[in-house]
Nanobody, 117 residues
Framework: QVQLVESGGGLVQPGGSLRLSCAAS????????MGWFRQVPGKEREFVAT???????SNYGDSVKGRFTISRDAVKTVYLQMNSLKPEDTAVYYC???????????WGQGTQVTVSS
């Protein structure tokens, strides 16, 4: 069972930045696509960003394009750099490990991001 552990969430003012990290226990991490999703209570989970196993290809949800950047290292960690944060970015953020960028098979426990003044 792959374990994914997110960190880096917290409270930030509008316009501020946060960097989320997700560490995977999977030793073959480099073979898998990774993604970030978010969810607000009472709403469906929303796609944020995905990155291919090689790191060469990434995709973003329309609401975060130009503000968020997904990246990964070759060992076990995927990152989400979030800039120009807005109150509507407030959510629990989850990382996910995927067979490809369309099929995710393992999920982290989530980290809370709150954007508020």
């Amino acid at each position: 069972q792959v374990q994914l552990v997110e960190s880096g969430g917290g409270l930030v003012q509008p316009g501020g930045s946060l960097r989320l990290s997700c560490a995977a226990s999977e030793r073959t991490f480099a073979r898998y696509a990774m993604g970030w999703f978010r969810q607000v209570p009472g709403k469906e989970r929303e796609f944020v960003a995905t990155i291919s196993s090689s790191g060469d290809n990434s995709n973003y949800g329309d609401s975060v394009k130009g503000r968020f950047t997904i990246s990964r290292d070759a060992v076990k960690t995927v990152y989400l750099q979030m800039n120009s944060l807005k109150p509507e970015d407030t959510a629990v953020y989850y990382c996910a490990l995927g067979l490809n960028v369309y099929k995710f098979i393992s999920w982290g426990q989530g980290t809370q991001v709150t954007v508020s003044s």
